[in-house]
């Protein structure tokens, strides 16, 4: 059995380890928490002392890491994964940017190691059940090679070019517009509020209409007019993608317009302290704002 | 049989009211142009001198004229319809704004006239085929009278409120956010292009994720990827819908962000010199600033 | 003695008549409101029972009225100026944008009345000084016939152009540069604030730099270092001169950027209740949002 | 005689380099660029083969570096100034934003090494003739030590602060600011011809009013009156500038309405293809969507 590892056991990376185990896959780990790495040495993987280490032993890495720069680390770092005697494709399933996951594959590259981009959506419910939707890049023989492995992390596996970073620029381009159909759907909804209609009536228009979206057909009713706002993605999630999404328009120097506003508006949400509340208490701004409940109408509620 | 009335049989009127006449509707009609009343009248429509002269006739009026100006002076201009002794029941099927709309409701139930406030979607080719959405709203009685006939308009008649006013708030919230939906999904893709990704690639993604809207699913594949930009909506009927939503923000203190920098890129079209193209076409904005086609890649099309 | 009218005797107008009788003008004046018309009186004006009373005595009369609806009202109304047999020339002191204004110029042309345009800036302070400033616009001949008394009135007399309405237009663009510069002097201080850096040594470079302005002049040290917000010019003014520019610009095709980002903000600052607060006063939004107060450094006090 | 050094010979570097050996400087210089180095050679400097070498032999170092990337080069690569046995104080002329200065300051303050953070405006001209703009902040011993040889190159040098990294902050809010001002100052002009004021009647007006700033009472007339648009201060930089503070609000939280507009504005003129012309000439971006030229008008030239 060819022995696969796994870098970052947070909250995305220990479900999506724990399944590859469950898969019967061979499994070498690390992070820098003592605590994650014994959980998953209980479920049968065995702890390396470094990703260096790791790459030692294992052909196919996985990372599930913070940020750009742990990932740089990780994997080009004293002790990092390029320097394994072992490792032969490194898969890189954390958001980082189209920019770094590029430059990792360049470098990578030169070192005769091949690399996959393939950031995930759908949260750490989707890790945990394995229905994450996976963007993914690369050398087309390196994704054959992960695909199996892929298929226990994820339901839809999109694959979306031959380049690292395509990924990336998918995931992002995706999460940029779903936060600008989200503050769009919030702020119409509002202002139709705002004017006197039920808010369930314009649904069920715009859910007919051209004003149509995910938004508007799973993020309102019922979480906002039921008054749930449990924190399933935080605002400060969101946000962080948005903002990568303009740092990459600024590098490829694509405009963009709503985009911007819908990040303006992120902006003060988090200067009003909203950063680790749910995206769906966001209408809470615009009712306060414009001094209308969206709530469903108590003739519906009939 | 009750003889009904129609006022304005311009791109829209002619095919409703045509609709009506093919039903076995009685119908007296008036426009200011001749050529349009003729065409009528050779479908079986009889011509009246005025709008007070239609009002005189028929007790149930329709209306699809061009501008709030226009509905106002035909409803309580001199020759008014207000000024008939035969109409009961007047339906307004124009897009005025909700204030003009409540006003005019207002004025009409001092004279004892109810009002039905039934602004349209669907476009010309949606007239002509009775497959319009109707955005409803007025007098719940009155609203049933006119049933009816609105059934030979359009296919999807929504009531979302029973004063006048609340149909064009939510017509208007629809298309505000359709503009939204709209630039924020062509500024996505064609960052998305900017960086390399083959769009059929990115919607792929999208439609199956949280970024998806009736303009990723509908508006971009097939007609931009197939460079196919007849006009179906003009750029600049659009933009007035958006203009008329942000009056009513301003009116009511509803704030909006995504919304208007959607006008903000509305404005930069019109004054590029778009404003008779189809919306479609405005994805060649982001093309030329940007430097990349939003064009399905070659290898797709094998 | 040529007899000369007053319309409008409010917060701006008192003061402008004022000092009209005390430069020996024999004035009839008008107001819906009795105690206003009471004060002048005890000053020596005579009062007139309507706007149509005042024109029939006086050749030369002045508005100082609130909105553009009560200009029309005042002027084309039943009882209005225009109906009067003594009326020669009307000069608006009010801001009523500059559609409005060239309609009545238009329309009072029509019927041999001349029309003046002389909007005004520098508050009741100025008024009641007489260190108004005036914008005007109109026919020459009849400007300089009311000239010697708009020198009673104001300290700077701008001639503008000789169309009614630009006066109106100049006022706009100058308030609207105005309030742009404002938000964009407020937040760059808060910014460099929020870097540590102290607001007076950040305002002596840019008051020597290419950043400087009236606002960086005047309006930040000492109002805002001195924590001094008294109320002088209230931010829901400020805001509906800006509303009325944007409103002009829609109407003749402009485009702006920096004004509409300014009005977003006005719009939140009224949307936080802060209407009724001298503009000053805004600069705690953003102390609010950044967690950094803009006030003088103690080392300064020394 | 103290030996100072200077690394970067450039478009600014090269005058400033030259008024110091004016000034009877002994000065010891490095540039990757032979030419530049060459140059100086021929008016009295002393070449050193790198950044190392002249921190071998110079207490002072003066850098004036096009890119924060290349700063942190020159200092603290291989060959970098930090290694040299001479250096006790370094002045960054660059600007590189308050992060980057930040953490320069901090690197250096550990081996022993005193920072300056000087940066400059005024242009080459302003470099050529010494009378630059420096915004310094650091130690202030440090700067009480540099303060001599800084009198040779800028005429207005204000000490903003006592932290590496203020002075930037000072510069990057000044620059911005001039670009909301100076988009500001463009659109209202722009607005008032569109309405049919000649340009001169309206800044005569503002230039007395609270409208008036830096731009209107020199960037517009005469500049862009007399349609010269000769490149004095190209878009791109001004861009770069504005881009620099837009990240500083990011990294600390401090929001931003008006100068994300003229970022916004100039990201439009950039993909236009305006970056190389002088930044008066984006006059012409509102001029064709207007329809209106700003231009003296004819009267005016009797
Ligand atoms: N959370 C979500 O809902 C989603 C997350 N993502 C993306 O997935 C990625 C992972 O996110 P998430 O799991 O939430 O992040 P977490 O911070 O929970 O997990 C990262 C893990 O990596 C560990 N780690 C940090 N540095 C190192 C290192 N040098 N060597 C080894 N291990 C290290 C962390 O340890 P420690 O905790 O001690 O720092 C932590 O256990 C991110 O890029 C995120 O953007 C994508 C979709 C959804
Ligand atoms: N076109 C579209 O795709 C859609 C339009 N709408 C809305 O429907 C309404 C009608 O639009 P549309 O049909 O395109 O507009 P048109 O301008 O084509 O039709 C209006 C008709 O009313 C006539 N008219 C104008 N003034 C008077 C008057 N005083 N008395 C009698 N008749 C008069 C016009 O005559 P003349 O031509 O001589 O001016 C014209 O025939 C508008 O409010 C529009 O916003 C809604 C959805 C889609
Ligand atoms: N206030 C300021 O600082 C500045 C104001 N302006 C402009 O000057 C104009 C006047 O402002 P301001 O003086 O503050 O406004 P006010 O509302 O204080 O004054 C208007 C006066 O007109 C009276 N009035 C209203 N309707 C009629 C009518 N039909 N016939 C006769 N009189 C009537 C009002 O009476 P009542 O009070 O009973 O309504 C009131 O006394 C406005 O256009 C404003 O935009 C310009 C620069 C600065």
Redesign the interface.
Known sequence: MVTTGFVGLGSMGRHMASRLLRADTALVVNDVNPASVEALQRQGARPAASPRAVADEAGIIFCSLPTPDVVDQVIFGEDGLCHGSAVRTIVDLSTTG?RMSERIGDALRERGIAFVDAPV?GGTSGAEAGTL?L?ISGDGAAIDAVMPSLRHIGS?L?V??D?A??GQ??KL??????A??L???Y??????V?????PE??L???N?????????EKRIDPPVLDRDFAVRFATGLLRKDV?L?LQ???A???????????A??L??A???GMADEDYTALIRL?E????AEVRRSRTEAL
């Open positions: 189209p959506s939707t963007m839809n999109f979306v070019g380049k970073g395509q620029t998918v381009a995706n999460n940029m517009l779903f600008s159909n503050v769009g759907a702020e119409a909804t509002a202002l139709a705002a004017g006197g209609v039920a009536r314009l069920e228009v715009i007919a209409s051209s004003g149509r979206s995910y938004v508007t903002k999404a990459e328009a600024e490829s120097g694509a405009l963009l317009f709503v985009a911007r506003a819908a303006q508006f902006d003060i988090k200067a009003e615009f306060r704002w414009n001094g």
